[in-house]
Nanobody, 118 residues
Framework: QVQVVESGGGLVQAGGSLRLSCTVS??????????MAWYRQAPGQQRELVAA???????KYGESVQDRFAISRDIFKKEAYLQMYSLRPEDTAVYFC??????????WGQGTQVTVSS
C-alpha cells in the first residue's frame, strides 16, 4: 500500500524559511518514475498547486511562490522537498504532498501545517 508522509511544517516568522519533506513508501516504482507535487490549502480556500516536479525532472510553480520556493527530489530515497524562503503570512496553510504514478494511481499525504506570523 502506497503511503505518502509529509514533515517539516511549523511556525515561522515572516521573512523566514522552512523546508518540507515528502516521503513515499509501499511502491516499487522508482522515484524517477513518478510526479511529486506540493499543494496547499488555507482555511476557506481551495487547494492550490504550489510546486511540482515531474518524472523527467521538469518543475512547475504556482505564480505566488515562483521566486521564493524551490522544489527538489531524491529519486533514490523517493523523497521530494519544498524549500520555502521569504515566507509571508499568506503562505499560512496546510501543505499536502501528492504523488502521481499514473492517471489511475495518485496518492495524497495527510498534510503538514505551515504558519507564518507577521
Amino acid at each position: 500500500q502506497v503511503q505518502v508522509v509529509e514533515s517539516g511544517g511549523g511556525l515561522v516568522q515572516a521573512g523566514g524559511s522552512l523546508r518540507l519533506s515528502c516521503t513515499v513508501s509501499g511502491t516499487r516504482i522508482s522515484g524517477g518514475g513518478m510526479t511529486m507535487a506540493w499543494y496547499r490549502q488555507a482555511p476557506g480556500q481551495q487547494r492550490e498547486l504550489v510546486a511540482a516536479i515531474y518524472s523527467n525532472g521538469a518543475t512547475k510553480y504556482g505564480e505566488s511562490v515562483q521566486d521564493r520556493f524551490a522544489i527538489s527530489r531524491d529519486i533514490f530515497k523517493k523523497e521530494a522537498y519544498l524549500q520555502m524562503y521569504s515566507l509571508r503570512p499568506e503562505d499560512t496553510a496546510v501543505y499536502f504532498c501528492k504523488v502521481v504514478i499514473d492517471p489511475a494511481r495518485n496518492y495524497w499525504g495527510q498534510g503538514t501545517q505551515v504558519t507564518v506570523s507577521s
